[in-house]
């Protein structure tokens, strides 16, 4: 019997159905790759067809890179309680080279175990924790480097690819293709992701593949610049009291909207059962800051941490399933003096816990020092490494500098040293800079770094906007997935004010989404616009749902045009309320492309036969049709 | 007596609290130029002081360039129906190159003036228009080329330099003027912006003062990329009935958030009497686009427009004391069939009426052929030209292609043919462009247009995310800015959905400030970086009310942070709600701080007697302050 009070069970039984309905007009489908357990799910947009003199012309359904997990799949009874269905768990297993352990090894872990008091907020079903048998490595990257295509990389393939083969095939989809060529700035996007493309970026450090044996629910996502830009979001209460369920629907909501990543920054009770909530129900890579939780341990005392005390509590969530780790190992006691001459001196929590370490004990980071170590536990689990930034600029003035940079080489130095234990590594960079210099940042860690995905906050490209930091940063985040981020953390408008409610995750995914989609379109990630076009196609033709239906946020988009024109009846109008029924340019363009469609008149054809001549002979028939206007 | 109805009166005459009330710990200020009646507003922000160990340090007061007009000065009595004081009136006057008519010498502003049935919408006081005497070119540029310094220019002067040159000989300002050395791509940015610089940007055509004789109550400001980026604002209903009072107000709302100019793009009736208001009590410039009202005289039909109609229409709008009009007198009929294999086409307003115009009557645009005419009365008045995109792309698709090149070329020539009339020319620009593309905009337009003023809407980086094209388009506009955009146009939440209220209008002005900040930092305009490093050190230093005070936008910082904060203390408190009273890097970094302020050990010391040795003595010393943490 659980002890878990009714109240408690209901909330998080039964999440809201802001966070599970289903999109409009969307069904969930999955493309089944090689073997009938990898299933990669996707959203499929249905469009209504453009009505022409001519007839209907059908429009084809759209393919939406679907982080949303299984809480949009209406086939699907979701119970938080029971925690998601282990997706991976045949393809852990099959590998064989990790064993079931008994319970937690981790000290802490067993403390919380067998707290009685405990119990009525503990997930239920507690798997036992997997680990790599004694000299295995079980990181995705071992296996990339041994030639290995696992089931993960398949899986990432077909979804990076979203059906572009389908539709490149398929003659409904010609117009909808047409992409500019991007600017990459020496990424090497191919045509096709391949599941040895896949492979070979792992292999190679470019890419990595968050995903923690201990977390079998992870529908697989990859981080890479040749690969989409990806959002990280983050939940995580402080001081004030937040309880489990919220944290759990602040989780769904997160990936409804398009996070690819979570972290869970809690620092306050009940992290460890909070996390095991959040683990068992994510369908996304899950990561955190481990050095959070462990100065909980010590009471909020930096100077009383351990490397005891750290390396317990990365085992302790490395066996709950966390898929990724910021560690800030490159804040070196060298380094903290450059940070005093900055107007915001150490702004990262991470950097100035260490910080006051280093200082404290005279001596060299234990992150630092005991790096060989903590690579052996990652490798053991397959836990990512998030390089943090503990130094990085937290205003305009002190982006770029000798600290920030000083910290990035050690981060470079810190990539070779967990590529030589096959251990996954990215980057995490700034913050605030100015927009002129973002691109500095990103060159510098492409070569200080060997081209390990990079991962920042922002930039802030400007201080002076407290409450819409979310759009200060979007400005940063475009320009530097464009630049060749591979995933951008999202900021939310309470950034710098306080804690972000639903609204504000949101109003924060939304924008980082744009921003993201934004790099690709300018990277030139194949497939990318797409979307753009079939939404710009919709509006040009008055299909507003389906103009909706295809938006980043299809509720918001629908509100906001009912405020002015209400009725249904307008949801087919050949106008719309800015310009009115009698004044519209979309309308008239369509005058003239349908008499161009009856000429035959194609652009290449009036620009090969001389523009003027075809001109003449475009309007001469062109005024018959304006003539009952 | 007048025969406005007492409601109308009512609401006009007072509006609401929300536009006029002055920003928190502001007050505005005059700088006296070199004649008294040049009084250059200011809004000067005071700051608390910062508390430490050693006593109270003075933080100095901000500037903020300010754009609010009257309205936040509590010293001036605001009466809509007299309208704003006529700054400039003297100005005009006393180059006596202008005459007093008798009344509107245009057609369509007799028959308004004689129609009794308007006379409650009408203005009070409507003044005798102004227009230059016969054979004089009363255009700022005119002047310029003379080597005429007006106060026009020199009141800018003062206003651009924001007092730094006061700043620069205050020693409280030193740590604030940090600033990073800017990317201008070019641009010929002076370190100081002196009335001599203002009239040779203005003769050469690089920047432009719209300012029209008729409109004295104007506060001069100028738009080139070599001064501070510029952010216009629209308002103006279609269809829908709206009242003038709500225009008004929009007006005053979008002078109090930062909008530099704004653009009445009305369609509905009543224009002629609303934009009098407007006119009248507006302190920035006022663009319209003539063809709309121009069509609404022809029903609608644009076949049936004609150069009289039009013409009769620049006049009346002249005489009115607009400042700027956009004409799209780039539409080349042999432009047309250039669209035809677009996606969307053509979507602007006046580029569908004039493409419609070219088609229906087998020639070339009246706005091209009648161009020098068109050239006459604008240097009668001082308009200046916005010389409109009419084929600018409406998708991501159809960004930078020929149709939108092509007529770029012919705004080109047009903008010499408006200097051989030393007329003020600017140029419109786009639209929807991926982020990669949008530089090849400025470069094309710097070098078709010969450096005239840059004016752009957004662009959007993608088309995905209607409700959210503030931000899609924010992210253009700032790097647009950068790379040598004089002026941005702003985009509302609400645009391709319905008409924006209030609070889009103020997210949509907020997002633009952003990115026109974000610009000239990124630019290095002397003197940007101040607020950020301002608002930064009062972050630093817990002093929340100079953070809220010193934003975009203080009222809704202050929101933000008190729904998770809300008591009064904790706006003084060293920490706040994201990480708690103990958890707070910017605390230790201030401890860090303080510390090396004891050692006196500055970052260039560090680094100049070695990194490592420093550290050591730092770091010796510095454990003693975590003794007590």
Redesign the interface.
């Known amino acids: 019997m659980s002890a878990i009070p009714e109240d408690f069970i209901q909330k998080t039984a039964q999440l809201s159905d802001d966070v599970t309905r289903p999109f409009p007009s969307s069904k969930k489908t999955y493309v089944t790759g090689s073997r009938e357990d990898l299933r990669v799910p996707m959203r499929e947009v249905e469009c209504t067809p453009t009505h022409t003199e001519q007839g209907e012309e059908l429009n084809p359904p759209i393919y939406i890179y679907d982080t949303s997990g299984p809480y949009t799949d209406p086939q699907v009874t979701i119970d938080l309680r029971q925690g998601l269905a282990e997706v991976r768990a045949n393809w852990i297993a099959e590998r064989d080279d990790t064993e079931l352990l008994d319970g937690p090894t981790s000290e802490y872990g067993r403390q919380r175990q067998d707290d009685p008091e405990l119990a009525h907020l503990r997930f239920e079903h507690i798997r036992q924790p997997r680990r790599a048998k004694a000299g295995k490595n079980v990181t995705q990257m071992h296996y990339a480097r041994q030639g290995i295509i696992t089931p993960e990389m398949e899986y990432i393939a077909i979804r990076e690819n979203n059906k572009l083969q389908e539709m490149r095939g398929d003659p409904r989809y010609a117009?909808l293709l047409?992409q500019?060529a991007?600017?990459s700035f020496g990424a090497s996007i191919p045509e096709e992701i391949t599941p040895e493309f896949v492979r070979d970026e792992v292999a190679r450090g470019r890419a990595i593949i968050p995903a923690n044996i201990n977390h079998p629910e992870l529908e697989p996502m990859i981080i890479g610049r040749n690969f989409r830009t990806k959002v990280n979001t983050n939940i995580g209460n402080?001081?004030?009291t937040s309880s489990i369920e919220e944290e759990v629907e602040k989780m769904v909501w997160s990936a409804r909207w398009g996070g690819d990543t979570l972290m869970d920054l809690s620092?306050g009770k009940n992290i460890h059962e909070t996390r095991e909530w959040i683990l068992r129900n994510a369908p996304m890579p899950i990561g955190t800051v481990p050095i959070y939780q462990a100065?909980e341990k010590v009471d909020?005392?930096?100077?009383d941490l351990t490397w005891e005390i750290f390396r317990d509590t990365l085992i302790e969530q490395a066996e709950q399933g966390v898929d990724y780790f910021t560690i800030h190992a490159g804040v070196l006691?060298?380094y903290?003096?450059?940070?005093?001459?900055?107007?915001?001196?150490?702004?990262?929590?991470g950097?100035?816990?260490m910080?006051?370490w280093?200082?404290?004990?005279?001596t060299e980071s234990f992150l630092y020092t005991h790096f060989d170590e903590i690579c052996e536990i990652m490798k053991a689990y397959d836990v990512s490494f998030s390089l943090g930034d503990g130094l990085r600029p937290?205003?305009?003035?002190d982006?770029n500098d000798?600290a920030q940079f000083a910290e990035l080489e050690t981060l470079g130095e810190l990539t070779q040293k967990a590529w030589e234990h096959d251990c996954q590594v990215m980057i995490e960079g700034p913050g605030?800079v100015?927009?002129?210099?973002v691109k500095e940042n990103v060159e510098k860690e492409l070569a200080d770094c060997y081209e390990a995905p990079f991962y920042t906050l922002g930039p802030l490209?400007?201080?002076?906007?407290?409450?819409?930091d979310?759009?200060?940063s979007?400005?940063g985040a475009?320009?530097i997935g464009?630049y060749g981020t591979a995933m951008l953390c999202y900021v939310t408008?309470?950034e710098?004010?306080?804690?972000p409610?639903k609204q504000d995750v949101r109003d924060g995914i939304?924008?980082y989404?744009?921003?993201a989609?934004?790099?690709d379109?300018?990277?030139?990630f194949p497939g990318t616009?797409v979307?753009?076009?079939a939404?710009?196609?919709a509006?040009?033709e008055f299909r507003w749902e389906d103009?909706?239906n295809?938006?980043?946020?299809p509720d918001?988009?629908r509100?906001?045009?009912d405020?002015?024109?209400p009725k249904e009846a307008h949801k087919v109008a050949h106008f719309?309320?800015?310009?009115?029924?009698?004044?519209?340019?979309?309308k008239?363009?369509?005058?003239?492309?349908e008499y161009?469609a009856k000429l035959g008149?194609?652009?290449?054809e009036?620009?090969k036969e001389g523009?003027?001549e075809?001109?003449?002979e475009?309007?001469?028939k062109?005024?018959e049709i304006?003539q009952k206007?």
Not at 300 to 303: D, I
Not at 434 to 437: I, R
Not at 521 to 524: I, N
């Open positions: 117009k047409r500019h991007g600017e402080s001081a004030v620092t100065l909020g005392k930096a100077e006691l060298r903290v003096p450059l940070t005093a001459e900055r107007l915001t001196g150490i702004v990262s929590r950097g100035s816990i910080a006051k280093c200082l404290a004990h005279h937290g205003c305009i003035a982006a000798a605030h100015p927009l002129h210099k490209v400007t201080d002076i906007a407290p409450a819409y979310h759009i200060t979007g400005i475009a320009n464009w408008p309470k710098h004010l306080g804690l409610n939304i924008t989404k744009i921003a989609h934004a790099s379109l300018a990277k030139g616009q979307r753009d076009n939404l710009s196609k509006r040009f103009q909706f295809l938006s980043l946020d918001r988009a509100e906001f045009h405020e002015t024109m719309c309320s800015m310009c009115g029924p009698n004044f519209c340019s979309m008239i363009t369509q005058d003239v492309r161009a008149v194609s652009e290449e009036a620009l523009m003027k075809k001109s003449v475009f309007v001469d062109g005024a304006y206007t």
